[in-house]
């Protein structure tokens, strides 16, 4: 069995209990293309209601959540207790931290990933969105990123802190408004990596994965290209002397 149809299996299994248990249930935390998988699996179930929910409004990492669907719930009722944070707080004196510091610390304890979501981090430390039933064994042992002595705290997902982004406009010219010349205008990539990169499967438009170089991307479209970051599509304008389109990416640093 692949990793996808194991993947997949999961999912529909989530979507099963759901169904026959007649109870909300809900998967781990997902990337982007276990996301696809997970929609792909969930549209068309009977008798159930399925949305996508990873702690706060553009969140990359999320979960399958599955509702009867002749429960009368809302979203927030269908979500409510599912995730909570785990706050790090580092020293005012100890060296920056990123996000692969936190991650990789946390991974080290031999955790798997779907326990975690985003990892929000500040200049103090970060806020990383959990399952509750990983939070007391990181709250007891998690004590270090990198050589960095750390403390870590259980909180509710209504104290999150969302960090202030900073961001860098870039005004380009492309062919088109095909999704690998945004690509490539936005993570300053060739064309062709930037096309190798959608059919590898770690570019999403709008939380949703994408593995067609050609597909058209929206005015307003947010972008991630995995492990190189965060880009919107802010503006698409008319054409140059050269009959290129101009644009506008509002590219998070």
């Known amino acids: 069995m692949t990793r996808d149809e194991l993947t997949i299996s999961r999912i529909e299994d989530i979507i099963s209990q759901c169904r026959d248990g007649y109870y909300v ?17 969930s ?18 990492r999320r979960m399958l959540v599955c509702v009867p669907a002749d429960i009368p719930m809302t979203d927030e009722e269908a979500t409510e207790d599912l995730l909570c944070i785990l706050r790090v707080t580092k020293p005012a004196i100890s060296r920056e ?10 991974l080290g304890l031999g955790i798997d990933r779907s326990v975690t979501g985003d990892i929000l981090v500040r200049e103090d430390g970060a806020d990383i969105i959990v399952l509750p039933d990983i939070a007391d ?35 380009d010219t492309v062919p088109s408004e095909r ?13 062709t990596k930037a096309a190798e990169a959608i059919r590898g ?9 994408c593995l067609k170089p050609d597909a058209k991307v929206e005015e307003g479209s947010s972008l991630v290209l995995r492990g190189k970051g965060k880009a919107v599509l802010k503006e698409i304008g008319g054409e140059s002397k050269k009959g290129r389109s101009w644009i506008v990416i509002e590219k998070y640093e």
């Open 201 to 209: 499967g770690i570019v999403s438009v709008d939380h949703i994965e």
């Open 43 to 60: 549209r068309n179930a009977a008798g159930v209601r399925s949305l996508m929910y990873g702690g706060y409004p553009g969140a990359e």
């Open 137 to 171: 064994f990181l709250v007891r042992e998690y004590e270090q990123v990198g050589r960095v002595h750390v403390k870590a705290e259980k909180t509710s997902l209504s104290e999150l802190i969302i960090p202030e982004q900073k961001t860098r406009i870039i005004r």
């Open 179 to 191: 999704l690998d010349n945004i690509i490539s205008a936005a993570f300053k990539l060739s064309r």
């Open 25 to 41: 249930t809900a998967t781990g935390l997902l990337d982007s293309h276990e996301q696809a998988l997970a929609r792909a699996a």
């Open 97 to 106: 931290l990123t996000h692969r510091d936190y991650l990789g610390s946390m």
